[in-house]
């Protein structure tokens, strides 16, 4: 079994900062990427940023320069530093992870159960 664990989220006015966690635990062999995505209301679900194993992060146009993705391997988590927030940003961020269970398996996607970002004055 593999879960993924998210928070973080919460309500903040516009220019505000949140930040979200997302932890991997599990039955884990190895993570080859993690990335986050959110899905505004009305809207379809958006990828926000991505981080992989060994290559570089990157990042949605509408959030570069405010977001920053970083991974702590130690703990198998992701954490979304979200600065100079906007209204535009409200939505629920899910965590996504494509992960191996054994050395054997084909790696798979898993998903966390969203977490809500409110962007308002």
């Known amino acids: 079994q593999v879960q993924l664990v998210e928070s973080g989220g919460g309500l903040v006015q516009p220019g505000g900062s949140l930040r979200l966690s997302c932890a991997a635990s599990?039955?884990?062999?190895?993570?080859?990427?993690m990335a986050w995505y959110r899905r505004a209301p009305g809207k379809e679900r958006e990828w926000v940023t991505g981080?992989?194993?060994?290559?570089?992060?990157t990042y949605v146009e509408s959030v570069r320069g405010r977001f920053t993705l970083s991974r702590d391997n130690t703990k198998n988590t992701v954490y979304l530093q979200m600065d100079s927030l906007k209204p535009e940003d409200t939505a629920v961020y899910y965590c996504?992870?494509?992960?191996?269970?054994?050395?054997?398996?084909?790696?798979?996607?898993?998903w966390g159960q969203g977490t809500q970002v409110t962007v308002s004055s």
């Open positions: 996504y992870a494509d992960l191996t269970t054994t050395r054997a398996t084909l790696p798979s996607g898993y």
């Open positions: 599990g039955n884990i062999f190895m993570i080859n990427r």
């Open positions: 981080i992989t194993t060994g290559g570089p992060t």
